[in-house]
């Protein structure tokens, strides 16, 4: 195992000028010092001098943190705080003061490593919510369930009817001319329960002359787990994906997750002290070639839309895209080369909605106070479609749409430019009809 | 601190709102002065003056000093616990009570975030002109505590010129109201002044009133480079003797250019000599008018580059990343020694010139960026606080730097106050009895010294000279505690 020290030069970047509080979620909550990014790095201090033991509290405020990244971004100084605060889950989770280390040791362990177990509960999962969900209801014996089992039922969106990566070969090309090679990782949750949305991707890849890449033998990119802490089988699933990804020679590996994208682009740093030379160097490329699509797609010039959509439309910035990879223009210029699109910016777009992984099952009521803050401000927009790019935000504001009881459709950027790019094609088809 | 006593505050204030636990009171121990901290006993958050003004006599009574703190952004540990203290926090103040349109102020609690007011009577066409660099997260008290100035000094004044009213608890518990919405009042001592800059040793804000003027019409933001910090100085000099007054007018040397530009990519030139940055204001024709003069006389002065921002979101960003600054050298080196040595405004050129040389003669990087048309510069010594060698060198720059600055008829502080990081530097620029002046105030006002006390000055008279260690020394004084 790594030391599970913190380097203090890390640490001591940290002026504690205070310019990260106004942007802290959980500070926003209580307005406690010890819950802002300063505070927390304060405490990380103490206990990496020793002066402090590993106490409830501290684990307590290392998961309290959403690990948006919010404070990354405004910091002068250029602290590298989500460093920080992962370092100390891998440490709280590896040493066992993490009391749900268990649970999540079996759950994740369990359901992530192998694609085939967790397309079965995914399958398990989808036979529940069609035909014993609403029989519980129907009989009312629901209110016997545990609140928290109601609520993950509640949490979780509808399971796609069949998964992008049973649809989807290894090998598509594109109809005209291969511009580009690219892998795509179909993921996890995207596989699953949006693998329309995967389906979108890979239409608009090949619509934009990229030849595509599935590995079939691809895994979770292990971003949930080392989030919280469980670094070990973290870098087993980033391992797996290293080997299939590299048995391709790519220009990009294109992933439509922000969560994903940006753990992908810390595989390099994963292995940098790799023995095995060959899987380091492996490491390193990934990370260089992997892209978000947003990113992808305005690099290469996208082919613009020209056929008009009226519509009213925001984005929500994920944290994941917005702080950790810094992106934020891209997405919004594809939303914007529609034509009759209403752009409306979205009031503290790159505020967190408290998705944050698996934290708004962990800790619902602080991720609902926080969910509330994201649903206020979608609505002042007016907005018919909000679009992000996360499956976690999906699903996320989905459910805060929902329990709010308005109409507003949550969707992916590249879902909306390949609407744009169907109804082109569709009206080309038009136009050679009408001209027979 | 006595379990009785924290019994007797949660009585005051409620269980869930003194906090005893160890995680909070490291939170509590800093603000965002470099090298400075210390545990509080506790930390308690009062709901209303009552609550305030009864934790203030139970300090009386039990003898512990209070500590009032905003959001802790404070430059001069003027918010940083001393020993067997409480601190007193008030950032969840954050009503904004009034904006009367007709007398144009507002009626604020101390909490409230500078730059959320700023937004909130802007909607009214109004403006509220004090910007401290930290105006994202500073809180109006904490801003009145310490009169806090900003980039908008040069023409707008400081925070003393915005405050009408305060409602405050002396230290010895009892509730006042001073001040008003006249715009002429000469009724009695103007204790609003003693008050203000008293950084939180004489009382406790819990109502701020605030004057506030229309909002200029039109604004535009340029920004100049130039080869070296002189062509620079003279720019400024220049713009000030042809009597046009900037909303703004902040110089930045190259070490700062590089920091900020690493930090915001704004696509500065990063070996420039030294940059301004000017905001002009008011009517639309007068700003257009100033902005041309402006333009002939950075290019008269040798400016390699000019631009205007095309934008509000352009000037915004700028400004944005000026305010940074200080926090952005630490991307150099971790621990950023700030400094607000003030000269009146014709002896920059002098002051900046003086402060290099003395950073080479001790071998230390000074950052240096600053309001430029105001006087008040920001040496800032780029070093690392583990490296305890050269800490002493920065400190003994320093001590340099404060001694010319009052030889040129400046002040160690130009806007962030005394607290403890220039206590001792207080009696370069006073003499004695200036500083028994404001000792006495302190005696009268908190006679058991239970408010902040330690910070601007100490109370006690200093011990001179070397002390007694023979035994031969010490029997001369015996008599003195028999």
């Known amino acids: 195992m790594k030391d599970l020290k913190i380097p203090s030069d890390l640490i001591v970047q940290c ?15 209580n307005f406690l010092e010890k819950s802002s990014p300063r505070g927390r790095i304060r405490l990380i201090k103490e206990i990496e001098d020793g002066a402090l033991p590993i106490t409830d509290d501290f684990v307590n405020e290392m998961y309290f943190c959403l690990d948006c990244q919010a404070c990354q971004t405004v910091c002068p100084a250029g602290v590298k705080y989500g460093k920080l605060v992962e370092g100390e889950r891998i440490k709280i989770f590896e040493l066992g003061f993490d009391k749900q280390a268990l649970v999540k040791k079996i759950i994740f362990r369990f359901a992530f490593t192998s694609n085939f177990v967790f397309k079965m509960i995914a399958r398990l999962v989808k036979f529940y919510q069609k035909s014993i969900s609403k029989f519980i209801r129907k009989i009312k014996i629901d209110r016997l369930l545990p609140e928290k089992l109601i609520r993950i039922e509640e949490l979780a969106p509808k399971i796609s009817d069949r998964f992008s990566d049973e649809i989807l070969p290894e090998v598509l090309k594109p109809n005209g001319e291969t511009r580009y090679k690219v892998g795509f990782l179909t993921g996890c949750f995207m596989n699953v329960m949006y693998s329309e949305i995967n389906i979108d991707s890979v239409e608009v890849l090949l619509e934009n002359g990229c030849e595509v890449y599935i590995p079939k033998k691809q895994v979770c990119c292990g971003s949930v787990m080392a989030h919280y802490g469980d670094i070990k089988i973290a870098k087993e699933l980033a391992k797996k994906n290293i080997i299939e990804f590299s048995k391709y020679k790519l220009d990009a590996i294109v992933v439509n997750s922000a969560g994903c994208g940006a753990f992908m682009k810390e595989y390099g740093e994963l292995f940098n002290d790799e023995k095995d030379e060959t899987l380091r160097e492996k490491a390193e490329n990934i990370s260089r070639i992997t892209k978000d699509i947003n990113e992808f797609l305005y690099e290469i010039g996208f082919k613009n839309p020209n056929v008009e959509l009226d519509l009213r439309i925001t984005y929500h910035d994920a944290c994941h895209l917005a702080h950790t990879q810094k992106i934020t223009s891209q997405p919004r210029e594809i939303i914007k080369s529609i034509p009759g699109v209403k752009f409306i910016e979205l009031n503290e777009s790159t505020w967190c909605c408290g998705s944050a992984g698996i934290y708004n099952i962990l800790r619902y009521d602080d991720s609902m106070k926080i969910l509330e803050r994201k649903i206020k401000n979608i609505l002042e927009t007016n907005a018919e479609i909000v679009l992000t790019a996360n499956p976690g935000c999906h699903a996320q504001i989905e459910y805060g749409l929902k329990k709010a009881g308005v109409n507003v459709k949550v969707m992916h950027p590249v879902s909306l430019l390949n609407i744009a790019y169907k109804m082109m094609k569709s009206s080309e088809k038009h136009l050679v009809e009408s001209h027979n | ?115 959320q007011l700023h937004q909130e009577v802007e909607k009214y066409g109004l403006f509220y002109p004090p910007d401290p660099g930290s105006m994202t997260i500073s809180t109006i008290g904490g801003n009145v505590a310490e009169n806090a100035g900003g980039l908008r000094g040069l023409k707008y004044g400081v925070t003393k010129n915005y405050v009408l009213g305060l409602e405050v608890v002396l230290p010895t518990g009892e509730i006042i109201n001073i001040g008003g919405k006249n715009v002429k009042d000469v009724a009695g001592y103007n204790l609003k002044d003693v008050l203000i800059g008293s950084e939180g040793t004489l009382g406790v804000f819990t109502k701020i009133l605030l004057k506030l003027i229309p909002k200029p019409q039109s604004s535009k933001t340029l920004l100049a480079f130039f080869n070296s910090i002189k062509d620079a100085g003279k720019t400024v000099a220049d713009i000030i003797a042809n009597h046009i007054t900037p909303a703004i007018l902040e110089f930045l040397d190259n070490t700062t250019i590089k920091c900020v ?182 005696r009268v006002l908190d006679p058991n010294g239970i408010l902040n006390t330690g910070k601007i000055f100490e109370l006690k008279p200093r011990c001179e000279g070397r002390l007694p260690t023979s035994r031969e020394q010490i029997k001369k004084y015996a008599n003195l505690w028999t």
Request: proline share 5%; charged share 25%.
């Open chain 2, 1 to 115: 601190m006595d379990a009785k006593v924290i019994r007797q505050l949660e009585e005051i204030v409620g269980r869930e709102r003194v906090l005893t636990s160890i995680e909070n009171r490291i939170a509590y121990s800093y603000d965002a002065t470099p090298a400075i901290s210390s545990l509080p006993e506790a930390i308690v958050i009062p709901e209303t003056p009552e609550h305030v003004s009864q934790i203030l006599k139970l300090a009386n009574e039990e003898k512990f000093i209070v500590v009032p703190r905003g959001s802790g952004t404070g430059l001069s540990g003027g918010s940083v616990p001393l020993s067997n203290s409480i601190v007193l926090l008030m950032n969840r103040w954050r009503k904004i009570l009034e904006i009367d349109t007709e007398n144009l102020t507002a009626l604020v609690e101390p909490g409230v975030i500078t730059a």
């Open chain 1, 15 to 29: 002026m504690h000028c205070g310019m990260c509080l106004p942007v802290c979620p959980t500070y926003n909550l």
């Open chain 2, 261 to 442: 530009e690493d930090y915001a990519h704004l696509g500065l030139p990063t070996n420039a000599g030294a940059l301004l940055l000017i905001e002009v204001d008011g009517h639309p024709a007068q700003v257009e008018e100033e902005t041309e003069k402006i333009e002939k006389i950075c290019v008269k002065n040798g400016a390699t580059d000019y631009k205007i921002a095309k934008s509000e979101n352009e000037a915004l960003k700028l400004k944005t990343a000026r305010r940074a600054a200080f926090a952005a050298l630490a991307r150099v080196k971790p621990t950023t020694i700030l400094e607000d040595a003030t000269v009146p405004r014709s002896f920059v050129p002098e002051m900046v010139e003086k402060i290099q040389e003395i950073a080479n003669k001790h071998k230390i990087i000074i950052g240096n960026f600053g309001h430029a048309g105001d006087g008040n510069l920001h040496p800032t010594a780029l070093t690392d606080e583990r490296d305890k060698e050269e800490m002493k060198r920065v400190e003994m720059a320093f001590d340099e730097v404060f001694d010319y600055a009052i030889r040129l008829g400046g002040t160690i502080t130009g806007e962030h106050g005394v607290g403890l990081a220039k206590k001792k530097f207080l009696e370069k620029q006073f003499n004695e009895p200036a500083i028994e002046f404001m000792r006495n105030i302190k």
